[in-house]
């Protein structure tokens, strides 16, 4: 009997098949162990990543993708570190002892930095929930302390101060060895506002009669203003109608003042030129005499008396002259009339 040869091919082939699946086996539970521990995040503006290796930080990111693959032990904690607002009402004293209720709103963000984020991590967690928690004691220490240093009618006129002690007290420590609120949290305050400040029924009807007798006070000011604005304006009126009346007095004086001394020219030059001529002087004598005797009326004078004085005088005024006679003790003449006889010169 013949012998029978072997059957080869099959079993290699087999063998072949079989190792190729369990490869591709192999390579699926690696791509399967490869997707279930891949770690991806996509961090946004605003937004910071922290990286955690067995809980260990090992990496802060900014916005950006972010891919691990094979991290069965990586952890990635996205941070808020955009702006946030906080809103807080509580019911606080005076230190004039009113008690009101008010409400305001802290506006703040983390710090940025992969340092403070690092240590904010460590101390608080990123967790904005975690954060409010802290930031809210502190506020509600911050209105207690800034009720007491006002007023309640300063807390009302004067916001702007009691915002700015509430920010005072969560940007200063406390006391030596002590830190900030601010640094506590690692956060900086953007701004900090007093929304509203609600007073009882008694205090607010206080607040109305002050407002009223505030502007009673307001009109009477004005009233008076205008008052003394009306006195000022008929003072200088008055001023400067006397100025005026002075400065008129003051030209008649000196237009007087001017014409006499332009009369006193005009006779001291008459009185030279008369007694530089002679013959002139007795021409205006006589002149002056005829135009007295035209008036009709005869005239006893006094030897001693100055013709030219009179008789100009009576030539300008065209007036009877009252003229002492001698042996008469001064005693003034009375001028005759047409009908008396002529005394004898």
């Known amino acids: 009997m013949g012998q029978r040869a072997p059957r080869t091919g099959g079993g290699g082939s087999m063998n072949s098949r079989l ?4 490869g591709f086996v192999v390579l699926l539970i690696i791509a399967g162990i490869g997707l279930s521990t891949m770690k991806y995040v996509q961090v946004d503006e605003g937004q910071a990543a922290i990286e955690l290796v067995q809980g260990r930080i090992v990496a802060v990111h900014g916005p950006g993708p972010i891919f691990r693959p094979f991290a069965p032990f990586t952890e990635i ?7 946030q607002s906080r809103q807080i009402s509580q019911n606080v004293a005076s230190s ?9 709103q802290v506006d703040f963000r983390r710090l940025p930095t992969e340092q403070a984020l690092r240590a904010a991590y460590a101390e608080i967690g990123v967790s904005d929930a975690q954060l409010n928690d802290f930031l809210d004691g ?3 220490d911050a209105l207690k302390s800034a009720s007491t240093q006002f007023t309640l009618d300063e807390a009302l006129s004067d916001r702007g101060a009691f915002a700015e002690r509430i920010r005072r007290f969560l940007t200063t420590p406390s006391g030596d060895g002590q830190r900030a609120p ?9 701004a900090v506002k ?10 607010a009807q206080l607040l109305a009669e002050k407002a009223n007798l505030e502007v009673q006070i307001e009109t009477e000011q004005k009233r008076r203003q205008q008052i003394e604005a009306q006195q000022a304006n008929n003072l200088f009126q008055a001023e400067q109608e006397a100025l005026v009346a002075l400065t008129r007095e003051k030209g008649i004086t000196a237009a007087a003042l001017e014409a006499a001394n332009r009369e006193a020219q005009v006779r001291a030059i008459e009185g030279r030129y008369w007694r530089e001529n002679p013959e002139l002087f007795e021409l205006r004598k006589r002149e002056l005499l005829v135009q007295m005797l035209s008036q009709g009326n005869i005239w006893f004078v006094d030897p001693n008396t100055n013709l030219t004085i009179l008789l100009n005088n009576q030539a300008l005024d065209g007036q009877a002259l009252v003229i002492p006679q001698p042996g008469t003790n001064n005693q003034p003449a009375t001028p005759a009339t047409p009908s008396q006889t002529p005394a004898t010169p």
């Open 138 to 140: 502190f506020i509600n």
């Open 77 to 83: 904690e996205l941070v808020n570190v955009r702006r």
């Open 182 to 190: 601010v640094d506590q949290l690692y956060i900086t305050i953007e």
């Open 19 to 22: 190792t190729l699946i369990a």
């Open 194 to 203: 007093v929304l509203d400040i609600k007073v009882g029924e008694t205090y």
């Open 96 to 104: 004039d002892k009113q008690l009101y209720d008010i409400d305001i």
